[in-house]
């Protein structure tokens, strides 16, 4: 496509009609190619150095755009925050159990651990109870 002008204005609208469809692009580390990653696909999304990884069953790619970025787009698609620097896809979601220091520690579908800080434990609560469980 072209545009007269391509600024972050722009950009940013093209990136929000591109996830329309629920899903999210990714580069392949190896190659480097960019990739559609629907939503039901991720496992959850990690920053770490100030770089952002979004994790499915078979694969680790590379994002374009911030934690909070994807966390905004995809908070109404089960996309929750679970600490700090670590996006959870609930519908993923196994099972929970309480950890020391009033965390929990969230047990995935592949059998993936990840720990849920103190601080977000009252969004994955209310989460939980939103939908019932």
Known sequence: MEY???DRFVE???RGIRNLDGAVFGFEAESGAR??????DILY????E???FIYTDGAVFGADCRLYEIETRLARRGIIRISKSCLMN???LESVRRIANSRLEAVLKNGMRLIVSRTYLKDI?????SEGL
């Open 90 to 92: 609930i519908a993923v």
């Open 125 to 129: 609560r209310d989460y939980l109870a």
């Open 45 to 48: 999304i990690e920053s770490v």
């Open 35 to 40: 990739r559609k990653i629907s939503i039901a």
């Open 12 to 14: 940013h609208l093209v």
């Open 50 to 52: 100030k770089r952002t």
């Open 4 to 6: 007269p002008r391509y």
